[in-house]
């Protein structure tokens, strides 16, 4: 079974920068996309940012800019560089990854505990 643990959240103040890791462990073939996602409380899950497995990226209009994802391929790992905290960025930030547990498998999607973040003065 893939795994994901993500780690690097607490608490900030606003204007100031965290960097949030995930790796993924367990047997796997490849990994497709890998994602982070974020819910507040009382808020829908949002799509943070994801990349491809080949390096392409997409990010939500209200972290173009400030946020960076990344991906290590040999390590399995991804991650998101945050600048310029807001304290609407406060959320529980979730680590995704669609992976296959071999070449003839199919794709799994996979979801990481979540790390929280907070973004307060």
């Known amino acids: 079974q893939v795994q994901l643990v993500e780690s690097g959240g607490g608490l900030v103040q606003p204007g100031g920068s965290l960097r949030l890791s995930c790796v993924a462990s367990g047997k796997i073939f490849n990994i497709n996309d890998m994602a982070w996602h974020r819910q507040a409380p009382g808020k829908q899950r949002e799509l943070v940012a994801i990349?491809?497995?080949?390096?392409?990226?997409t990010y939500a209009d209200s972290v173009k800019g400030r946020f960076t994802i990344s991906r290590d391929n040999a390590k399995n790992t991804v991650s998101l560089q945050m600048n310029s905290l807001k304290p609407e960025d406060t959320a529980m930030y979730y680590c995704n990854a669609d992976a296959r547990p071999s070449l003839f498998s199919n794709i799994g999607h996979y979801w990481g505990q979540g790390t929280q973040v907070t973004v307060s003065s």
């Open positions: 990349i491809t497995r080949t390096g392409g990226t």
